[in-house]
């Protein structure tokens, strides 16, 4: 048990490298600031994910693996799979985690939670582990308001419709929580909302 655990951790380390490398392709392929996918949204939304599988009872280990490639068919090819990420990544993570030594049921269940983190298109969530990526992005989304402002000053956007994209962003992502996420994120989403017109 604690060789496999220590093989899990080295191959998990490997996977962290890959994943990390290809957000700075994506981060260049789309002229955005070197590094920003990884550090504002690839990492906020593991960090949130695993602190709510702790809260609510999942398997930690889905869940990294999960939060870590929910979005990478979108750094593979953002144009041909934006719309089908939610499908794509997890069939374009299968080999990389059987080259990584993980077995099909392991990678049965994050294929389930790649799935289901798109609460706009997937409604129905199954497991506790799906529910804790789709809400990790989503509070992500809702934490990193000021990062998404900024990036849309990069763009060259106004301020109205910063304003108005990152309110709707902000309003959109709450929405989408469980209902005990609601409730954990009650506050700060309040909060947040005022400093919007
Ligand atoms: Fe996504
Ligand atoms: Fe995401």
Redesign the pocket.
Known sequence: MARLKGTFMKNLEKLYKLVEAQSKAYDKHEKVKDGQTWKYHLLPVIKNSLMLAKRYGGDVEVVEVAALF??YA?LVDFEKYSET??IA?GELAEPILLAHGYGPAFIDKVKKCIYS??ASVVKQKFSVEEVCLADG?AITHINNAFEIIMWMGYRGDSIEDANAFVKRKIQKSYAKLSEESKEYMKDKYEAILKIFY
Do not use: E
Request: proline fraction near 0%; hydrophobic fraction near 0%.
């Open positions: 929910h979005d979108n990420h939610h990544s983190h798109r992005d």
